[in-house]
DNA sequence: CTAGCCTTGAGA
DNA sequence: TCTCAAGGCTAG
């Protein structure tokens, strides 16, 4: 199943100009197995094969003879047939055109990881008729028509989703005495393509020295306002946004400078990236080991995490490490092409997969980082303050005063706050505050599962500092 | 659980 | 202003 269901989504990441093409060939393909199988599988409206397969497809697949039919047939919405079941369809839902009962079958079943068996022979005919009897064939026709369970909004942003609709709805009831702030886009609403597809500079090598001052500028490195969001200055109401503290203002770019300067590139180093890289699960912890020591140098600049015990030092890293490891991880996630980016190239996320089996993991990984990413627009300042909201996490293993670190750890969150209220607004920051906070706790579940596949490796193949710092020994 | 209707924001 | 494509709600 797992196979199954990752075939088809892999196949669907094409640019928005590779759909028609995709959905030309998937759409074919479905066609005829669906006359062979039954004639009248598909709705007799009077419509014939082509004239409804012109419609999806003027634009790019037309012979001259189609072009008369599908202009005879202008799109309305008598004229769509869902792809899935042949039923009278509204248009396009989650990259096919489908009817209505499809589009909300999907949403309620592809993100589903007990995905239904056929209790058949996996070909069940699917009609209005029968489209309710095998949830699974149901299910496969919708990935085999191009349906991409990616379209989905996940949990994140869903609410935020949720948010701007009551946002925008008080708005209306009583428009602010102002009325020069307009909500144009959340930062972790459904991302546009020209939006989502900001270049990480942050991953190549030779930015390493490069990093200045945030308030000034980052060489070639994206804007660190949030770019969609933030009113322009022109229109911007001072009352509405926050004015950090000098000393916050400091810690913010203290904080980003050291956050920017331990990610940094692998140009430096002896780390060969090639796929035998790879080949296994202890390669990949091994490969890590770049990281756990960037995180030391991250760690080890911030002031009051020197200021604690050697002892809690220690615990208070070793607690924090894998998740921190996932979270620098987002920075290295190329989600256009799931792959991740390394200075002499990117390793799909299918190569992990087939190197360490744990497909199901790799999957969670990937879909925390896209998330991430989407919500932070990679901000730096953000990351920076995300990354040490997560080292100083009081739920850790051994602590010796979690009190502590759960106040240090207050002072960052408020921190994480202030920031975001100076940059996006008192109003707009309650959202993206929360949703981050969000971000940050699911990183325990992520991390525990990590924790639980590392038990599973045979530590004589890790390396010394990785079998201390992971408690592996 | 299904399927239809409704609301909504984004973009042309 | 209209269309499109998301999600929510809810009767059956």
Redesign the pocket.
Known sequence: MDVFFSTQTGQTSSSESGQEVDMCSTIDSSFLRGQGSDPSEFPTSGHQMNSSYSTQNEDSNSSSSDIVVSKKFK?S?EDKICLVCG?KA??????A?T???????F???ALKSDQPKCLFQNDCLID?RT??FC?HC?LRRCFEVGMKKE???DET??KA??Q??A???QMKQKPSPGGDIV????PC??A?E??SSIPDTQTGGEGQGSVVCPSMSFGNSQPLILPTLTPETSSRDPKMYRVLKAEERMLVDELTVAYLETLGGYANETHVNREESYSSADELVNNSEIAVRRLIKFVKKIALFRGMSQENQVACLKSCVLNALLLRSVNFYDAENDAWKTPTGSIPTSVLKRATGFNDLHDAHTSYCAGLKKLTRDDSHIMALVQTITVFNPDGQNLENRQTISDIQDQFIQLLRHYLESEVSFQHSQVFFSNILQKISELKGLGEDHARILLQINSNKIEPLMLEILNLQ
């Open positions: 799109r919405k039923d509204l248009g396009y839902n989650f990259n055109i009817c209505e009962s499809c589009k909300a079958f949403r309620r079943n209005v489209r309710r949830p149901r379209m989905i909004l942003e869903r989703r949720m701007k609709v946002m925008n709805r909500i144009k886009q959340e609403s459904i546009s020209a939006t």
